[in-house]
C-alpha cells in the first residue's frame, strides 16, 4: 500500500482550499479497497473518500486515511441489449469528459448536464442535476465495495435511493452513507433514435430562440451540450479561476398555503410547482420548490466579500473562496486562523438566519461538510508506528 503523510489537497477540491490529509492512497483498482479498509480498521483511522471535491467543505486538516479516487476505464465497456446501451464507467473519471464522450460517440442523454465539475463517482452521490434531468434517470446500476460485509456489491438504482440531489451514498441521516464505497457506474442508455431535445428550462428556451434560433426539430445532442456549457460558463465562476461548488444551497420546497402568504408580500417571487409521490404513492400537489438563489438575492447578500470567502457578484446561490496570494500551514496557531472552511460555513449560517427571518424558509446546505476535529499534521513518530501486518 503506498502511503502518503500529510498531502496538499488544494487541487482535488474546487474550492480551492489548501487543506492538508493526514494520510492518503491513491485508489486506481477496486481490488486495492479491502487492504485500505483493513488497513485504516487495524489502525482505528477514521477513513473518507475523496474524488474531484466539487460537491465537498474540506476543514485545514483531514484526520485519518483519505482515500484518492482514481479508479479510471481506460477501455468503457458497451453492451447493447436490443433496447438499451449500458456503459460502465471508472468512478475516478472525469464527469464532463464523460458527458462529452457519450455526446460524441452517439449515445445521446446527458449533455443538460455538461460542464458540471468533479468525477463520475461523485454523480449518484448527490444524484447531480440541471436543466431538467437528473442523472439517476440514466443510471442503470452502481457498482461499490462494502465496507461493512467486506464484499463488493452492485445496487440497482431503486437501492440508491435517489432523491433531490441525495442518495444513499450521502443521506446523512443514514449509516449506509459511509457503507459503500462506489468504484463504477453503469448508465442505461435509449436508442439514440428515441432522442428528443430537453430545452424547456428557461436559460435553454432562451439561448435556442435568442442567442442561437434553430427549430426544435434542427437541434442536436451536441447542440445541446455545447448550449449548456455556454450557460453555464455565462452564468457562474469558473472554479479554477474563483473557488466555488456550484449552487451551496439546495432550492426549498413549500407547501401551497405558506405559497400564497409568501406571493401575496413578495409578487416577484420565483418558485415553481412540482408534482411528486412519497413513499407510499400518495400524491405531494401543492409543493412549490423556490428559487434559493432569488431569496438569498432579496436580502442583499449578492456580491458582498466577509474577508476570504464571498458570495458570487452575478450568482446569489454560489458561494466562492477568493484566491490568496499564500495560502501555507506552518505553526500549530496558524493552522487554526487559516481555516477558511469555517469562515465560508459562518457566511452561510448568517446566510440561513436571514433568509428564514424574512421568508421563513430554511435553506439546507448542498456540498458535502468533511468534519473538522482541529486535527493535526501527522507526525513521524505517528506515521512509523502504523502497522502493517495482516
Keep these: 500500500?503506498?502511503?502518503?503523510?500529510?498531502?496538499?489537497?488544494?487541487?482535488?477540491?474546487t474550492l480551492g482550499f489548501n487543506s492538508i490529509a493526514q494520510l492518503s492512497v491513491n485508489v486506481?483498482?477496486?481490488i486495492q479497497l479491502p487492504s485500505i479498509i483493513s488497513f485504516a480498521r487495524k489502525n482505528d483511522l477514521h477513513w473518507?473518500?475523496?474524488?474531484?471535491?466539487?460537491?465537498i467543505i474540506l476543514p485545514s486538516v483531514i484526520s485519518g486515511l483519505t482515500l484518492l479516487m482514481d479508479i479510471e476505464s481506460t477501455i468503457i465497456r458497451v453492451k447493447n441489449d436490443g433496447k438499451v446501451t449500458l456503459i460502465e464507467v471508472?468512478?475516478?473519471?472525469s464527469w464532463h469528459e464523460f458527458v462529452r464522450w457519450t455526446?460524441?460517440?452517439?449515445?445521446?442523454?446527458?449533455?443538460?448536464l455538461a460542464l458540471i465539475p468533479g468525477t463520475v463517482g461523485g454523480a449518484p452521490v448527490q444524484n447531480i442535476g440541471a436543466y431538467g434531468i437528473e442523472v439517476q434517470s440514466?443510471?442503470?446500476?452502481?457498482k461499490t465495495y462494502d465496507t461493512v460485509n467486506n464484499r463488493f456489491v452492485v445496487l440497482s438504482t431503486c437501492q440508491c435511493e435517489?432523491?433531490?440531489?441525495?442518495?444513499?451514498?450521502?443521506?446523512?441521516?443514514?449509516?449506509?452513507?459511509?457503507?459503500y464505497i462506489i468504484t463504477h457506474v453503469v448508465f442505461a442508455f435509449p436508442d439514440p433514435i428515441l432522442w428528443r431535445p430537453r430545452i424547456t428550462y428557461p436559460d435553454l428556451r432562451v439561448y435556442f430562440t435568442s442567442f442561437c434560433p434553430m427549430d426544435e426539430s434542427a437541434i442536436t445532442p451536441l447542440h445541446v451540450f455545447d448550449a449548456v456549457c455556454a450557460i453555464r460558463r455565462r452564468k457562474l465562476p469558473d472554479p479554477n479561476i474563483l473557488g466555488n461548488v456550484g449552487s451551496f444551497f439546495h432550492n426549498p420546497t413549500i407547501n401551497h398555503l405558506h405559497m400564497e402568504v409568501l406571493q401575496e408580500r413578495y409578487p416577484g417571487i420565483i418558485s415553481y410547482p412540482i408534482q411528486s409521490t412519497d413513499k407510499n404513492n400518495n400524491s405531494n400537489n401543492g409543493i412549490y420548490k423556490l428559487a434559493a438563489g432569488w431569496l438569498i438575492d432579496q436580502c442583499g447578500f449578492k456580491g458582498l466579500r466577509k474577508g476570504r470567502v464571498g458570495v458570487h457578484s452575478e450568482h446569489a446561490l454560489v458561494l466562492v473562496h477568493f484566491p490568496t496570494e499564500k495560502q501555507t500551514i506552518t505553526t500549530e496557531e496558524e493552522d487554526e486562523k487559516?481555516?477558511?472552511?469555517?469562515?465560508?460555513?459562518?457566511?452561510?449560517?448568517?446566510?440561513?438566519?436571514?433568509?428564514?427571518?424574512?421568508?421563513?424558509v430554511a435553506l439546507q446546505i448542498e456540498p458535502t461538510i468533511f468534519p473538522s476535529a482541529n486535527s493535526k499534521l501527522m507526525t513521524n513518530v505517528e506515521y512509523n508506528s502504523l502497522s502493517y501486518s495482516p
Design 1 to 13: 500500500m503506498n502511503l502518503h503523510c500529510n498531502v496538499k489537497l488544494e487541487y482535488r477540491n
Design 28 to 30: 486506481t483498482d477496486e
Design 48 to 55: 473518507q473518500v475523496l474524488g474531484g471535491g466539487s460537491n
Design 90 to 93: 471508472g468512478a475516478g473519471n
Design 103 to 112: 455526446v460524441q460517440n452517439k449515445y445521446p442523454g446527458l449533455e443538460n
Design 138 to 142: 440514466y443510471i442503470h446500476a452502481v
Design 162 to 179: 435517489f432523491s433531490y440531489r441525495s442518495s444513499i451514498f450521502k443521506c446523512r441521516k443514514s449509516s449506509s452513507s459511509k457503507q
Design 338 to 360: 487559516k481555516d477558511v472552511a469555517q469562515e465560508l460555513l459562518n457566511l452561510a449560517s448568517e446566510i440561513q438566519a436571514e433568509v428564514m427571518q424574512r421568508f421563513e
